[in-house]
């Protein structure tokens, strides 16, 4: 009677999973005032990604579908639940470490995708995995990396130094994308990043 247990049991573990990426910080080699988890993290990108996408649609006569790039942004890190955060500067340090840890990214998201139920892993796998069109994948990235952007500025609002040269390579990276959804976004919508909530109001 209880064979087989064990693997029904990993079928019902995929969201508990997902669960925990509030427990996983990002920015581990740095100092921070205020610290970040991969769940908080993921709720940013979402928002910005969900952003871009219906800033291009409005008014770059883009045609990219919001719900995708919704599902990718809320699976985009769904991996680090098991491999953890590994710092940019360590993940980027060589071409063979990069690329290991791609590897091991993708053996994440296989195994986090088998945690599904058969009938569910096609809706689902193709965002876990990443799987997506090239302009999805790209809002999603340009997000992310806006997202970067945005803690570094709150951490120098702080006082927080740590972040100073994280904040000017992020905001390259950022403008280097040369993204009109992104441009718009930094213009229109970033600006009030800096402000505080009595001139929010």
């Not at 205020?34 to 990108?45: C, D, G, I, K």
């Not at 883009?62 to 942004?73: C, F, I, P, R, T």
């Not at 970033?190 to 109001?201: A, K, R, V």
């Amino acid at each position: 009677m209880k064979s087989g247990c064990k693997g029904d049991s990993m079928k019902k573990s995929f969201y508990a999973y997902l669960s925990r990426m509030r427990h996983i910080k990002r920015w581990g080699l740095m100092r921070n005032n205020m610290e970040e988890n991969v769940a908080e993290h993921t709720f940013s990108v979402a928002l910005i990604a969900h952003a871009l996408c219906i800033i291009r649609n409005t008014y770059f006569d883009g045609n990219v579908s919001e719900k995708d790039v919704l599902a990718a942004a809320l699976y985009h890190e769904a991996g680090e639940v098991i491999t953890g955060d590994l710092p940019t500067p360590i993940k980027y340090f060589d071409s063979s470490i990069t690329q290991s840890y791609k590897k091991i990214e993708r053996q994440a998201e296989d195994t986090l995708v088998s945690m599904l139920p058969d009938e569910m892993r096609p809706r689902i796998a193709p965002y876990v995995r990443q799987e997506t069109s090239e302009d999805v994948r790209l809002l999603v990235k340009a997000a992310d990396r806006l997202s970067a952007y945005i803690k570094c500025m709150e951490e120098l609002r702080t006082g927080n130094r740590e972040f100073e040269k994280a904040c000017v390579r992020t905001k390259e990276a950022v403008e280097g994308m040369r993204l009109p959804e992104v441009e718009y976004f930094m213009e229109h919508f970033l600006p009030g990043y800096s402000l505080t909530l009595d001139e929010l109001n």
